[in-house]
Each structure stands twice: as C-alpha cells, then as structure tokens.
C-alpha cells in the first residue's frame, strides 16, 4: 500500500497552461505539504494543511493555489505556468503533535516548455 | 530563522569504507533534526531523526548520526560503505516550537557515490 501518492508522476506542459497535481495520504494524517525541489536539487516548502486549514504559505506566487477537501488530500493547482515553475513538486504528510515526522511521496516532475 | 549547511555537494567513497556526511545547523532553539536519502526518481525516506535524549541516533541501513549542540552538528555516518547507499542525502531542521507546524528546512544535499 502506497503511503503518500501523487498523480501525475510526470507532466509536461507549454507556458500559460493551467495545471494540477494531485496528492493522497492513506496513514491517517492530518498535516500535508507542498515541497519545491529545483533543479538544483535545493528542496523548499510552499505550503502546509492542517485539517484543511492553511497554515504555511512561504512567499509563494499567487498563481500557486493549494487546495484540501479533506485531511488525506492536497491538491496543487498552478495557472498561467511559466519556464521557472519547471520542478520536482513533492507532497509530504504527517502528525500535527510530536515531532511532525514526514512521508514523502514519489514526487511530480513538471516540465514547462 | 533556521538554516542547514551539507559541507560537500558530491562525496565519493570505496565500497566497505566508513561513509562521513556532514551537516551543520543554525537555529534560534535546539530544533528536531533530520536525515533523509533520495535514491534517482524516487522521493525522500526519512534515515533518522533527533528529537531529544540520547544524542546519537540510529536509523536504517545502518547509518548513524550524533546530535553535538557546542559544534552546532549533526553529522551522518555508516562503517561501511555499500554499492546500494549510492543515493543523495538530505539534512534537514525543524523547530520544535508550536508555530513551526513541522516545516522542514532542507540543506543542499550532498551526493554519494560508492565505487567498487
């Protein structure tokens, strides 16, 4: 069984495209995650959800819209992509108490032409 | 705010030999700290983590780290260098503070590679 999914695995797509990606968490988490891993390999978080509350949003452009219908999904929908959105977007989840130890999913490779 | 330093982007090492990945912190308070391996395409697992208590933790596949608050470290090890360790490795801090909610700040990752 998959802990953390995303779909898709790989998406390619010309400037001004509107897409989304999607992520599911199936160990009973309540926080989930956007991470940017560009192509530098450098990871950096976007946003986090708690019980579909947002409650991280780092400097993100605005074309960048989380969304969260319930506690085991996070969706990520991006409008009007651009060259610079080309990235490894990783999904993540895990406990609100303690530690807050992440599961990472496999990750979507966007490409921008 | 925190940041992390992975001292040597790529480290190559002979099979069977001691691994040695280093990591640095800066941080306000004593934050949760954390080792994640990136194999090719494929996402991050978590190696171990330091939260609080005994300072050196044991993860999987053998690896190892020691949390020394004076030197500001969390360096990661293993004796001996496998062909299959060949992967990237993250370090990686939390703030154990309430606002935080758990974001993780990655350093830039250093790249193993394991020669026969």
């Known amino acids: 069984d998959t802990a953390v999914s995303q779909t898709p695995k790989y998406l390619v797509t010309q400037m001004g495209n509107d897409k989304s990606i999607k992520c599911e968490q199936n160990?009973?988490?309540?926080?989930m995650y956007w991470y940017k891993q560009d192509s530098k390999k450098f990871l950096k978080i976007m946003f986090s959800y708690n019980n579909k509350e947002l409650i991280i949003n780092e400097t993100v452009p605005n074309r960048f819209s989380p969304k969260s219908p319930d506690k085991a999904h996070l969706n990520l929908h991006i409008n009007s992509l651009e060259l610079g959105d080309s990235a490894v977007y990783f999904c993540a989840s895990s406990q609100s108490s303690g530690v807050h130890e992440q599961y990472f999913g496999p990750g979507t490779r966007l490409t921008v032409t | 705010a925190q940041s992390v330093t992975q001292l040597g982007s790529h480290v190559s090492v002979s099979e069977g030999a001691l691994v040695l990945l280093r990591c640095n912190y800066s941080s306000s308070v004593p934050p949760y700290l954390f080792w994640y391996v990136q194999y090719p395409n494929q996402g991050l697992q978590l190696l171990l983590k330091?939260?609080?208590?005994?300072?050196l933790v044991k993860g999987i596949n053998g690896f190892e780290a020691e949390f020394k608050k004076s030197e500001t470290s969390f360096h990661l090890t293993k004796p001996s260098a496998h062909m299959s360790d060949a992967a990237e490795y993250f370090c990686?801090?939390?703030?154990?503070?309430?606002?935080?909610?758990?974001?993780?700040?990655f350093g830039q990752g250093t790249i193993l590679t394991v020669h026969p």
């Open positions: 990686a801090v939390s703030d154990p503070g309430g606002t935080s909610y758990g974001k993780l700040t």
């Open positions: 330091y939260t609080t208590g005994a300072t």
């Open positions: 160990l009973g988490h309540d926080t």
